[in-house]
């Protein structure tokens, strides 16, 4: 049985730093999208949206446009372990992040959720004004 956890979530000012981790068990390398890993976000009232995944075999990275810059994706294969850098954060970025695992490619999009069959619980991540 596949567990992603997350962790690093926290309160910080307009322009600080988090460090966001997810540690995946039960979850192996098969094929190259199982390399397919990263972070969705979901605020208050909004839909979940892709922030930045690992794709093509976790070869290269989709970014969407508001955290470029910004934000930088990592992993460490061999902790089964993906990281969320994120840097000079905004109120805009307050939300609950996901790491999210298991791409199946069914819709159109990297950077939608419904192409994702494993998450985890969530970290909260609030940014101040």
């Known amino acids: 049985q596949v567990h992603l956890v997350e962790s690093g979530g926290g309160s910080v000012e307009t322009g600080g730093s988090l460090r966001l981790s997810c540690a995946a068990s039960?979850?192996?390398?098969?094929?190259?999208?199982?390399?397919?890993m990263g972070w969705f976000r979901q605020a208050p009232g909004k839909e979940r949206e892709g922030v930045a995944v690992?794709?093509?075999?976790?070869?290269?990275?989709y970014v969407v446009d508001s955290v470029k810059g910004r934000f930088t994706i990592s992993q460490d294969n061999s902790k089964r372990t993906v990281y969320l850098q994120m840097n000079m954060l905004k109120p805009e970025d307050t939300a609950m992040y996901y790491c999210?695992?298991?791409?199946?490619?069914?819709?159109?999009?990297?950077?939608?959720?419904?192409?994702?069959?494993?998450w985890g619980q969530g970290t909260q991540v609030t940014v101040s004004s």
């Open positions: 039960g979850y192996s390398y098969s094929t190259a999208c199982d390399y397919c």
């Open positions: 690992f794709v093509n075999g976790g070869g290269s990275t």
């Open positions: 999210a695992a298991g791409y199946t490619g069914l819709y159109s999009g990297y950077g939608h959720p419904m192409n994702y069959n494993y």
